[in-house]
């Protein structure tokens, strides 16, 4: 059912994770309008929002990256608290750890305090994967091969949208019925909660793997925030403490390629609920 009314959302907390800002798969129109349209106290940039390893490799910046990085700086300067815990794609700040630069804070991991008291271990994910930690020219070798299923999953979907069909996602797709994604997964997520109880925190907040989730995995509130190549996902946290995920893409009942950005604005006026 369609909505005709201005987004003006506000938000406790806002968490958002894996931009990749320098590749070509960051869905930097989207998340532009979800910054426009979403207000915060506090943001959390949980990590991988710049690409170094895709930047190394062959340079790639759009103006829509710039536009991503001064909406954020703005939201600081206006006064909303910005805390970056950098992933391993970008993993060159956590020199800067402990230190603040424009306003945004530079944190290896952090602890929040919701609106209803309980306490949330922040961190990005990646000292928990096997393969980052122990075998980085595999990781290489796996980030290559998910930029292909993410390019094939670009053109699939274009013909989709001709013949009227949603938008499916290919690697998520996979993650959910390759039998050693599962596992991974699951492993990945049952590690985070470990440190979560290690830490003696009531819930833990992380991205990562670009799998967007939440649930409640031993006693601990498990919340991965997704990503912004293919869920185009936000974790938030309202006024009374409750956490909800958001799914920006289904949100507005819209599907944005990178091509259609120049008409971003044409599509702000409207918003299309969820069902």
């Known amino acids: 059912m369609d909505v005709l009314q201005p987004l003006n959302m506000k938000y406790r907390t806002v968490f958002i994770s894996d931009i990749h800002l320098g590749t070509k798969r960051s869905r930097t129109d989207l998340l532009l309008h979800f910054l426009k349209h979403v207000e915060c106290e506090k943001l959390y940039l949980v990590g991988d929002i710049i690409d ?22 703005r ?8 805390v970056y815990i950098p992933g391993n794609h970008d993993e060159a700040l956590r020199a800067f750890t402990n230190n603040d630069f424009g306003r945004i804070q530079i944190r290896l991991n952090d602890i929040h305090k919701t609106a209803d008291g309980k306490r949330y271990l922040i961190l990005h994910g990646d000292e928990f994967d096997g393969v980052v930690l122990y075998a980085k020219w595999l990781a290489f070798l796996g980030d290559r091969a998910y930029e292909t299923a993410v390019s094939l999953n670009h053109y699939y979907n274009k013909a989709r949208r001709l013949i009227g069909l949603p938008y499916w996602s290919l690697s998520a797709f996979l993650k959910r019925r390759v039998k050693r994604a599962v596992e991974f997964i699951g492993n990945f997520e049952e590690a985070v909660v470990r440190r979560a109880q290690e830490k003696k925190v009531d819930g833990v907040v992380c991205g990562h793997i670009h799998t967007p989730e939440m649930r409640m995995i031993n006693g601990i509130h498990y919340c ?31 599907e944005i390629t990178n091509d259609e950005t120049n008409t971003l604005d044409d599509r702000d006026r409207r918003l299309v609920s969820a069902g």
């Open 224 to 254: 991965n925030d997704g990503d912004w190549v293919e869920s185009c996902s936000a974790l938030v946290e309202h006024s009374d403490g409750r956490f909800e995920l958001l799914d920006w893409t289904r949100f507005q009942g819209l």
């Open 75 to 82: 939201k600081a300067r206006k006064g909303t608290k910005v």
């Open 52 to 73: 170094n390893w895709a930047l190394k490799r062959k340079w790639f910046w759009q103006q829509t990256h710039n536009d991503v990085i001064q909406k954020i700086l």
